[in-house]
């Protein structure tokens, strides 16, 4: 059947399970736009800026686990895109994102609009193509799908010149895929697995450091498995958060430069450190050289280029985390290490971490405290970063897998709007909460338009400091306070402001008050904006400064801290 | 051994429009140095040999590997720095020379089995082939002449026998899990 380019992306979408789409049309893409009405399948949702559409995409990515889709034109509409697309890929987030291109005939010649995408593109992506010729499209589209969802997950843009978008040609389904050069390895290594198991089954002080991968392959079950059969407190990365319920005995909170202090001891004296799906990051390692001397590494990751990365390792396993743990615990052998996990009692006892100070003033980590309270831990939860980011790890206690959505790897401020759309889309009937600071809120905040348009009952507490606040506290910790263009002093009034949208607003500017500010977001039927007016100068504890090691750590100052 | 030596890396890629791009793009990124690189086609229609010649610690060398190996369009990599290889290049020198030192440039050329390939009133077109280091030589012995000009292909590289690159599937577990 003859059909136009246009109409191949559509059906290609179609068939890849796709049908939400971000995004914003230009002359470009437009052909592409013009055969949306005729795919009623595929819900185009137009944000208000292309950094929303990718960054909305990666959110819903993250809670589907399926490929997030954004469409955008050539040119800025492209540009505006990267930004999202960086994101996905630091954090192995599955995205498929489709640019129109300036007519095949004129790239190359600084036509109107002509940026190369592909080019600008190329060091974040997993993969690009600029597809020439509408018999490539289904092909490519079906390539991107499996190269963005298969192995480590990751972004993937086609780029479409607008020519091609009106060419018409016999269209055929895709063949086999013809990808000779990739080929992911799930499976792992026996010899290595046993091996594994062999040193799990030694160890008396073993640890679990889980990150993002545990989620990416839903080995959550196997994840727990493993760790009550042979009683192994289990740690996760920022990304990992989530991945092991925070109610759970054996969990251990999350280590690094934000994390609790006694996950960050409880690796250091570890005898062996189980690492499934994680990357060794430097917020997590500090000085590489001096992590973890005391203790053989497993680690388990699906992209061989990260084994041996940052740190070296005993034993590694390439392969898929739920398929090596599932085979691993096969051969684990059930244990109890009572001193060692007494031992990690008296560590979270002498460094607790999660102590909110008694104080009638409105601190952020209570609005954390309390949004974590009155949703039970069952809510999805987006993050800015910055300060609020780090508290909204530290204070909210997950029950759910996969309800933590966060920029880890990128740090991407302006996160929390269109990512915490995203997780809405997604899914429709849950709770989503975005923890969000006054200047990432700032960054992204058109989409409140997009997220009145489309009903979608997110929940945004604005932890507002009237800071950058984690560049404030670097000021202060190491820049003598000197509070150089990090004060907001000109912020809008974030209530009138979300009302301005159609947006029910709140204003909490006193402790007594925030419960009854959440309960009233949570009982109205649409989107939310609570504006707290939280302690300007509070700083996130413990600390470990960059490049150092858990012996650096500064810990909240003594009077605020529980001693037992 | 060394820490920082030099390495040779084959890869057999897809002959596509910004391969190349990508792949030089990866070794900027990470901050791998090439000291040189040869590309040119295969025996298989659509596929190109690479031979990167990578300056580096056996570290460095087998990250250059796996992200070699992580590239799409990349199909099989071999390093075949420790393994019995033939490695060649070639080069053209263009060397000062007058009716003085003719005969001696010459002699010279002789002995490395190189060949004059131009002849002007004052100067000479050398081609030679051969390892690195021995075009090094070649090139600093005439240099004792004035050498205006050099022009060197890049090594390009074969394991000896019959042993190949192995591919991706096969290659990975090899080089990852003997590292215990
Ligand atoms: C796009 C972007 N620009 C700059 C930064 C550097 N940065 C990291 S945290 C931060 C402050 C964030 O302020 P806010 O959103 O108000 O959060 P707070 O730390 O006050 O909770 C800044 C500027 C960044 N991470 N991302
Ligand atoms: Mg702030």
Redesign the interface.
């Known amino acids: 059947m003859i059909k136009k380019g246009s109409q191949i992306v559509c059906e290609s979408l179609l068939r890849e399970g796709c049908n939400v789409v971000f995004g914003i049309p230009g002359g470009a893409i437009l052909p592409l736009y013009q055969a949306l009405p005729e795919y009623p399948g595929l819900r185009h949702i137009l944000t208000r800026h292309e950094q929303g559409a990718s960054l909305a995409a990666d959110g819903y990515a993250r809670v589907t686990g399926k490929p997030g889709v954004a469409f955008a034109t050539s040119g800025p509409g492209a540009t505006n895109l990267v930004t999202g697309i960086a994101t996905a890929q630091m954090d192995s987030v599955p995205l498929v994102i489709v640019t129109g291109q300036v007519n095949s005939w004129t790239i190359g010649s600084d036509a109107f609009q002509e940026t190369d995408i592909t080019g600008i593109t190329l060091p974040v992506t997993k993969h690009n193509f600029l597809v020439m010729d509408a018999s490539d499209i289904a092909s490519s589209i079906k390539e991107a799908f499996h190269i963005a969802n298969t192995g480590r997950p990751g972004p993937v843009l086609v780029d479409i010149p607008r020519d091609v978008f009106v060419q018409e040609v016999e269209y055929e389904e895709p063949g086999e895929l013809n990808l000779p050069g990739y080929s992911p390895n799930f499976s792992g290594h026996s010899g290595q697995i046993r091996k594994a198991a062999n040193l799990i089954n030694e160890s008396e002080k073993p640890v679990i450091i889980a990150g993002h991968g545990v989620i990416i392959s839903k080995a959550y079950d196997e994840l727990k498995e493993l760790a009550e059969k042979a009683q192994i407190p289990v740690i996760t990365t920022l990304l990992g958060i989530s991945c092991f319920p925070e109610d759970h005995v054996l969990w251990t909170g999350w280590p690094g430069m934000h994390g609790m202090a006694y996950s960050s001891f409880t690796i250091e004296e570890a005898d062996l450190v189980i690492a499934l799906g994680m990357r060794f990051d430097d917020r997590i390692t500090g000085n590489p050289s001096k992590f973890a001397l005391n203790s053989k590494k497993i680690h388990i990751d699906v992209d061989p280029s990260e084994i041996g990365k940052n740190i070296a390792v005993d034993v590694p396993i390439v392969g898929d985390v739920k398929e090596v743990l599932s085979r691993m615990n096969t051969h684990v052998v059930a244990a109890t290490h009572p001193s060692w996990l007494k031992r990690i009692d008296v560590l979270k006892k002498d460094h607790p971490s999660l102590n909110i100070p008694e104080t009638s003033k409105l601190l952020a980590r209570q609005v954390v405290k309390d949004i974590s309270d009155e949703t039970k831990g069952g809510a999805t939860i987006v993050t800015g970063v910055g300060q609020h980011q780090m508290w909204a790890a530290q204070h909210y206690r997950f029950k759910k897998p996969c309800t933590f959505l966060t920029s880890g790897g990128s740090g991407t401020m302006g996160y929390e709007v269109p990512a915490a759309m995203g997780a809405q889309v997604a899914d429709p009937d849950s709770t989503v909460w975005s923890i969000a600071g006054d200047g990432g809120f700032q960054m992204t905040l058109c989409e409140l338009a997009t997220i009145a348009e489309n009903k979608l009952p997110v929940k945004f507490a604005i932890l507002n400091n009237g800071f950058l606040g984690m560049v404030r506290q670097w000021q202060e910790i190491f820049f003598d306070s000197s509070y150089v263009s990090t004060a907001y002093t000109g912020n809008p009034d974030f209530v009138r402001l979300a009302e301005a949208y159609g947006i029910k607003g709140i204003r909490v500017t006193d402790k007594t008050q925030v419960k009854t500010a959440i309960a009233e977001a949570m009982d109205h039927d649409g989107p939310v904006v609570v504006d707290f007016i939280v302690e300007q100068e509070e700083n996130v504890y413990p600390m470990i400064p960059s490049g150092m090691t858990v012996y650096d750590m500064i810990e909240e100052p003594v009077p605020e801290k529980v001693t037992t | 051994m060394k820490s920082s030596e030099k390495h040779t890396i084959t890869a057999l890629?897809?002959d596509r429009?910004?391969v190349l791009?990508?792949i030089s793009?990866?070794f900027r990124?990470r901050g791998y140095n090439i000291s040189s690189l040869a590309v040119g086609k295969s025996e298989s229609a659509g596929l190109s040999r690479m031979t990167f010649v990578v300056d580096g610690d056996a570290?460095t060398v087998?990250?250059v590997v796996?992200?070699l190996?992580?590239?799409?369009?990349?199909?099989k990599v071999a390093d075949i720095s420790e393994e019995n290889a033939v490695s060649r290049e070639l080069a053209l020198i263009r060397v000062k020379c007058d009716v003085a030192t003719r005969s001696e440039i010459m002699q010279i050329v002789d002995i490395f089995r190189a060949k004059i390939v131009d002849v002007s009133q004052d100067t000479l077109i050398v081609e030679v082939t051969g390892n690195e280091d021995k075009v090094n030589s070649l090139v600093d012995l005439l240099d004792t002449f004035g050498v205006f000009e050099v022009m060197r292909t890049g090594t390009v590289a074969m394991s000896r026998g019959a042993s190949f690159e192995q591919d991706?599937?096969a290659n990975?577990?090899r080089?990852?899990?003997n590292?215990?």
């Open positions: 890629v897809e429009a910004g791009n990508r793009s990866m990124r570290k087998e990250m796996k992200n190996h992580k590239l799409v369009e990349v199909i991706k599937s990975s577990p080089i990852l899990e590292a215990s």
